[in-house]
């Protein structure tokens, strides 16, 4: 009879040009939030939610416009649908680094995933943490060292286009609920990528290439020992 239950796996997916120096030293580059609130790659990473900090929902409404040049004219009535007016942070400071905290159905025998076909848009490669208690606390270490305030959570996931109320940074549209994201926010009061190192992972991390197939599973078999 197999024990069924569900476990937390931090994968990073990107680049092997960004993976190897992760996991050989350890070094996480943090991309300022104005990079993604801005970038472009067919909702993918970039969000264009990401600095966005208020939003108020009016749905369906009539919106009446007159010429400022023509106080007099008449006004012109527009019905509109789902209107949503937005305040942005135009200048957003801060770093982000973000990862998947993927649920994970383990059995007696072993593990197997199959990861969203959206993932090949991220990189090549794939690092798999497999110690993610050693691995938080190494990052936590090494975040104090830093003397930066900071955030780790998970990003909550809300139909923002018809939400109304504060966004946070982690606060995401629900379209992208697939990458399950584990969120890193470093208030270092730039808006330039910030680096830091928090020592080798090779000891609890392997890295593995992400081909370009309809469907992309692992399977990892449980030590007996």
Not at 31 to 56: A, T, W
Not at 57 to 85: H, T
Not at 87 to 107: D, I, K, R, T, Y
């Amino acid at each position: 009879m197999h024990n069924t239950m569900k476990k937390h796996f931090l994968v990073k997916f990107s680049s092997k040009e960004f993976l190897e120096p992760l996991q050989k030293e350890g070094l996480f580059y943090c991309k300022d939030i104005k990079y993604f609130s801005e970038l472009e790659d067919g909702q993918v990473r970039g969000d264009n939610f990401e600095s966005v900090i208020d939003l108020q929902y009016l749905g369906d409404a009539l919106i009446q416009l007159r010429p400022l040049d023509k106080p007099d004219a008449d006004w012109v009535d527009m019905k509109s649908n789902n209107v949503q007016f937005k305040s942005h942070n135009l200048n957003p400071l801060g770093n982000l680094f973000c990862m998947s905290a993927l649920n994970v159905e383990v059995n007696n025998d072993s593990i197997l995933y199959t990861f969203n076909v959206r993932f090949n848009e991220f990189g090549t490669h794939f690092l798999l943490i497999e110690n993610d208690v050693i691995f938080l606390e190494r990052l936590r270490s090494a975040l104090v060292r830093l003397n930066l305030n900071y955030k780790l959570d998970r990003v909550k996931y809300l139909d923002l286009k018809k939400y109304s109320g504060k966004k946070s940074i982690f606060h995401k549209h629900n379209e992208y609920s697939w990458q399950e994201e584990l969120r890193l926010h470093l208030e270092t009061g730039i808006c330039e990528p910030f680096e830091f190192s928090i020592g080798s992972l090779e000891d609890i991390s392997t890295l593995y290439e992400l081909k370009e197939n309809p469907s992309l599973h692992i399977e990892f078999v449980k030590s007996t020992t």
